[in-house]
């Protein structure tokens, strides 16, 4: 037996509370709120992760039948490559993480600032199929403002990653707290995942709405104060 064998049947052995992935089967769970990741990650350049990628896609698509000679196959492994280290998975890689620079608050703008609607592409890490929904995101100055761009940009960033939608708001919650020094912060993400969608058992009217609301937030003043921000 192989090194890859082993490995596969140790993957496939594991159990996760005591439940193997096939008495998992669809269900979405995550292990913690960073995203899993090996300490040797970046041990090789984004190019030779392209290289490798194309040469394994190629090897799926040739497993499934694809005639590779065609002129329209022939470059979808170097494209899905592409694709996943530059764009949609991009995210992964700490390089990419947004700059963000504060600002005096000098309006003294002490009420809810809300940016709402920001368009979110993602992946489920379960099936690497399409996450899309809104995020909507809010904070209250402790003293420190930033740019507008770069709440969209922080959303996008931890998108751009495989994911489990809890930990995707957790995630840009934590940022924000870090970034702003403030518990004031408010995530509220509405999404479609096409795992559900467009397979398994696939109800494509139902979506998943994920919160998070840190200090004053965390009232029922503010959240429906909030919401009705975001529904008008």
């Known amino acids: 037996m192989n090194t890859t064998d082993v490995t596969k049947n140790k993957r496939i052995g594991h159990k996760l509370n005591g439940f193997t992935i096939d008495d998992i089967g669809n269900d979405h769970l995550y292990t913690g709120l960073e995203t899993p990741m090996k300490s040797n990650a970046f041990k090789i350049s984004d190019e030779e992760k392209k290289q490798k990628i194309a040469i394994l896609f190629e090897e799926i698509m040739d497993v499934m039948g694809l005639d590779l000679t065609d002129d329209s196959l022939r470059g979808t492994p170097e494209r899905v490559a592409k694709m996943y280290i530059d764009e949609i998975f991009s995210g992964l890689n700490p390089k990419n993480k947004p700059k963000v620079a504060l600002f005096d608050n000098?309006?003294?703008?002490?009420?809810?600032?809300?940016?709402?609607?920001?368009?979110?592409?993602?992946?489920?890490?379960?099936?690497?199929?399409?996450?899309?929904?809104?995020?909507?995101?809010?904070?209250?100055?402790?003293?420190?403002?930033?740019?507008?761009?770069?709440?969209?940009?922080?959303?996008?960033?931890?998108?751009?990653?495989?994911?489990?939608?809890?930990?995707?708001?957790?995630?840009?919650?934590?940022?924000?707290?870090?970034?702003?020094?403030?518990?004031?912060?408010?995530?509220i993400i509405d999404a479609k995942h096409l795992c559900v969608s467009s397979r398994g058992i696939k109800d494509d009217t139902s979506a998943t709405v994920t919160t998070y609301y840190g200090g004053h937030f965390n009232t029922v003043e503010k959240i429906n104060e909030l919401h009705n921000y975001i529904n008008n």
Do not use: W
């Open 106 to 187: 000098k309006y003294q703008y002490n009420q809810m600032l809300v940016e709402k609607n920001i368009t979110l592409y993602s992946n489920c890490e379960h099936h690497f199929v399409p996450i899309i929904g809104k995020a909507h995101v809010a904070y209250i100055s402790s003293g420190k403002v930033i740019g507008l761009s770069k709440l969209n940009r922080i959303v996008q960033y931890y998108a751009k990653r495989p994911q489990v939608q809890e930990r995707l708001t957790n995630q840009i919650a934590n940022e924000l707290k870090t970034i702003l020094e403030t518990e004031d912060v408010a995530v």
